[in-house]
């Protein structure tokens, strides 16, 4: 079953603006990632973070997680046309459960930038 | 640095027909090995995983199994495709099961007729 459920489905904005894409999961996590995906291609890491943090920043990229809301925030800043791509959040889970050893990833978000 | 080999990268194939999908990982040894099938663009199912040569884990029911004949081989087979199974099917490594990061093949867009 998907864990992760990201929205909006699809996301539409101009070349400069910020992209926000949300993620929302079910159970105890261990880790948070998010994952790009050029169309017709394999996913790409773009960043990780840990049940004990709550921001983290890469380059453009803000993430955040709340896990009281067991929700997560992909936050793309100053938005280029070669960021589009599908967004993919994946959820891995603690040693010793089920999840254990396995990403499960949601929907995924769609994120056209026009120039 | 690690590598991940994919392919074909595009397959049709008619109803019926057998299906072998292969997928190997170079400048690792004993990574954990997973294939995944994604629909129409969208989320991914993890169809089978494994931790180690001949330990194969599946995920969902399916007309599809999937075998580790060597430490950084993980085949994906069929004996008989489905209509159902055509999708993008995708090949990914992960150095341990702590699951810090996926790295994935570039996929194989299959298409049963």
């Known amino acids: 079953s998907q864990q992760g459920e990201e929205d909006p489905q699809a996301l539409s904005i101009q070349e400069g603006e910020n992209a926000t894409m949300n993620c929302s999961y079910k159970?105890?996590?261990?880790?948070l990632q998010w994952y790009r995906q050029n169309s017709g291609r394999g996913l790409v890491h773009l960043i990780l973070?840990?049940?004990?943090?709550r921001e983290k920043h890469s380059g453009r990229l803000r993430v955040t997680l709340d896990t009281s809301k067991k929700s997560s925030s992909l936050l793309i800043t100053a938005s280029r046309a070669a960021d589009t791509a599908s967004y993919f959040c994946?959820?891995?889970?603690?040693?010793?459960?089920?999840?254990?050893?396995?990403?499960?990833f949601g929907q995924g978000t769609i994120l056209t930038v026009h120039p | 640095s690690q590598t991940i080999h994919q392919w074909p990268a595009t397959l049709v194939q008619p109803v019926g027909s057998p299906l072998s999908l292969e997928c190997t990982v170079e400048?690792?040894?004993?990574?954990?090995l997973y294939w995944y099938r994604q629909a129409a663009g969208r989320g991914l199912q993890l169809l089978f995983y494994?931790?180690?040569?001949?330990?194969i884990s599946s995920e969902v029911p399916q007309n599809l199994s999937a075998s580790r004949p060597q430490d950084r081989q993980f085949i994906l087979s069929s004996k008989k495709l489905l209509l159902s199974d055509s999708g993008f099917y995708l090949c990914?490594?992960?150095?341990?099961?702590?699951?810090?990061?996926?790295?994935f093949g570039s996929g194989t867009q299959l298409s049963v007729l």
């Open positions: 990914a490594w992960a150095d341990s099961p702590a699951m810090k990061k996926l790295f």
């Open positions: 994946a959820t891995a889970g603690h040693a010793g459960g089920t999840s254990y050893g396995k990403l499960t």
């Open positions: 494994s931790v180690g040569i001949g330990q």
């Open positions: 973070i840990r049940s004990n943090e």
């Open positions: 159970t105890s996590i261990n880790n």
């Open positions: 400048g690792t040894s004993n990574p954990n």
